[in-house]
Every structure is written in structure tokens, then in C-alpha cells.
């Protein structure tokens, strides 16, 4: 089939076909499910090259990145979650609805990364039982967001290398949502004031986040080193969630 004559979308055809769908009675759901997948189309051409491929592509580091950074933000869900769900047992009750907001972003960075091609390493994870004792989340909540925000100036040093500049600007949006989780944590833990002018980059491979999370008892589809047990990614039950706004990368 002859295609070097269809010319790709681009952002203005997204707004025009918005424009169009304001005009036209469409259910909401169906509005919405053309004009984000014309967007998804759009952000992956204006990337420079097809997302889904970069992510397929083993010998490509950002395959690596954003397949390590898919299955980072499946763990957070999970841990979340079951933070949420068992709330009173965890010591997080007064602060269930901001853990909420966090799955919630969490859950929305899971879905744009997938739709850009990402694909979990794995969607089972060990977690050890410490992890859910009173005293700990906020704790281990803390390691986490500091990883995650490593991570994504990694991934942002990354697409920024290989003149990906619209995933590295989508880098920089989702870490600069890590580190409002970061200084929320600091909070919980009566952490506060904060304590840096900038975030720290510790780390500058992405499978040292992985090492990382490993020493601090996680497994990744594998037994950890503590006692735990294993736990599934699934998408998050809405009562484990609260509506926030700006879901999918600008």
C-alpha cells in the first residue's frame, strides 16, 4: 500500500478536530477517546520517530529507560494501593486522600508511558512485609520518590542525547510531579522545610534505580531479601483514587 503521500498528524489537526467535535453532539467518552488518540499520534510524529519503536528496539537506551521507568510507576501503583486499601493498618489514614491524588498520578504516568511504547519489565513485584507496618510507608515512600525523581532526569538526559526533545520535555513534566510527591512525603514525616535547591542525581543509569529499589528489599517478578510476599499489578479501583487534572503528558 503506497503511504508517502499521507501526511502524518500533527498538533493543529488535533485542535482542529476539537474544534470540530465542540460543534458536534458526541458522547463525552467517544470526545475524548478521538482527541486523545489523535494526541498520542501527534506527540509520537513530532518525537521525531515512531515511540513504539524506540521502546522495541534492545539495543536502544531508551528502551531501557522508559520500559524501566513503565515498570517503576506499575510498582508505585501497586504499593499505593495497597497502602490505601489497608489504611488503617498502615498508619496512613490521615493522609489517604493525598496518597490517593499520588496513585491517581501515578496510574496516569503507567498509561502515558504505555501508550509511548513502554513495556513493564514485569508486573509482579515482591514487596516485604515491613513495608506495610506502621512507621514505614512514609519512609519508604520517601526512597521511592527520591529514586523516581532520579530516574527521570535520567530518562530526560536521555531523550535529550537523542534529540527527543518532546519525551524529554515529557520526562521533566512526570519528575517534576515526583518531586511534589517527595516534598509531600517530607511533610508526612514532618520532614519540612526541604532541604535542597536542586534535586539530587545520584545515580545517572537507570539500572542502578533498579539495583537501587533491589537492596531496599523490592523484587522485580523475583523474591526479595526480607520476608514479603509477591504482589500484581492491576489497574487501581477508583476507590483508591481521587479526580486531578493535567492526565496526559502536554
Given at each position: 500500500?503506497e503511504?508517502?503521500?499521507?501526511?502524518?498528524?500533527?498538533?493543529?489537526?488535533?485542535?482542529?478536530?476539537?474544534?470540530?467535535l465542540?460543534?458536534?453532539p458526541?458522547?463525552?467518552?467517544?470526545?475524548?477517546?478521538?482527541?486523545?488518540?489523535?494526541?498520542?499520534t501527534a506527540?509520537?510524529v513530532?518525537?521525531?520517530?515512531?515511540?513504539?519503536a524506540?521502546a522495541r528496539?534492545?539495543?536502544?537506551?531508551?528502551?531501557?529507560v522508559?520500559?524501566?521507568?513503565?515498570t517503576?510507576?506499575?510498582?508505585?501503583?501497586t504499593?499505593?494501593?495497597?497502602?490505601?486499601?489497608?489504611?488503617?493498618q498502615?498508619?496512613?489514614?490521615?493522609f489517604?486522600?493525598?496518597?490517593?491524588?499520588?496513585?491517581a498520578?501515578?496510574?496516569?504516568?503507567?498509561?502515558?508511558l504505555?501508550?509511548l511504547?513502554?513495556k513493564p519489565?514485569t508486573?509482579?513485584?515482591?514487596?516485604?512485609?515491613?513495608?506495610?507496618?506502621?512507621?514505614?510507608?512514609?519512609k519508604?515512600?520517601?526512597l521511592?520518590?527520591?529514586?523516581?525523581?532520579?530516574?527521570?532526569?535520567?530518562?530526560?538526559?536521555?531523550?535529550?542525547?537523542?534529540?527527543?526533545?518532546?519525551?524529554?520535555?515529557?520526562?521533566?513534566?512526570?519528575?517534576?510531579?515526583?518531586?511534589?510527591?517527595?516534598?509531600?512525603v517530607?511533610?508526612?514525616?514532618?520532614?519540612?522545610?526541604?532541604?535542597?535547591?536542586?534535586q539530587?542525581y545520584?545515580?545517572?543509569d537507570?539500572?542502578?534505580?533498579v539495583a537501587?529499589?533491589?537492596t531496599?528489599?523490592?523484587?522485580?517478578?523475583?523474591?526479595?531479601?526480607?520476608?514479603?510476599?509477591?504482589?500484581?499489578?492491576?489497574?487501581?479501583?477508583?476507590?483508591?483514587?481521587?479526580?486531578?487534572?493535567?492526565?496526559?503528558?502536554?
Amino acid at each position: 500500500m503506497e503511504t508517502s503521500h499521507i501526511a502524518p498528524i500533527t498538533s493543529d489537526d488535533v485542535q482542529r478536530l476539537e474544534n470540530v467535535l465542540d460543534d458536534t453532539p458526541t458522547r463525552g467518552v467517544t470526545r475524548r477517546a478521538l482527541i486523545g488518540r489523535a494526541a498520542a499520534t501527534a506527540a509520537i510524529v513530532s518525537a521525531g520517530a515512531p515511540a513504539m519503536a524506540l521502546a522495541r528496539s534492545p539495543s536502544s537506551q531508551i528502551s531501557q529507560v522508559v520500559d524501566t521507568a513503565v515498570t517503576a510507576e506499575a510498582l508505585a501503583v501497586t504499593y499505593l494501593t495497597g497502602l490505601i486499601e489497608h489504611a488503617s493498618q498502615t498508619g496512613v489514614s490521615k493522609f489517604v486522600d493525598v496518597l490517593k491524588a499520588a496513585n491517581a498520578a501515578e496510574y496516569d504516568h503507567y498509561k502515558a508511558l504505555v501508550s509511548l511504547g513502554a513495556k513493564p519489565i514485569t508486573t509482579t513485584f515482591w514487596a516485604p512485609d515491613a513495608f506495610f507496618k506502621p512507621g514505614a510507608p512514609f519512609k519508604v515512600l520517601e526512597l521511592a520518590e527520591t529514586l523516581f525523581v532520579d530516574a527521570y532526569l535520567i530518562a530526560t538526559t536521555a531523550f535529550a542525547s537523542a534529540g527527543k526533545s518532546d519525551l524529554a520535555r515529557y520526562a521533566g513534566e512526570i519528575g517534576g510531579v515526583e518531586a511534589q510527591h517527595l516534598a509531600l512525603v517530607r511533610f508526612a514525616r514532618n520532614e519540612l522545610p526541604d532541604d535542597r535547591a536542586f534535586q539530587g542525581y545520584a545515580i545517572k543509569d537507570i539500572g542502578g534505580i533498579v539495583a537501587a529499589l533491589e537492596t531496599a528489599g523490592v523484587g522485580f517478578g523475583k523474591p526479595g531479601a526480607m520476608p514479603g510476599k509477591f504482589y500484581s499489578f492491576t489497574p487501581p479501583p477508583a476507590s483508591a483514587l481521587v479526580a486531578i487534572n493535567n492526565n496526559s503528558p502536554m
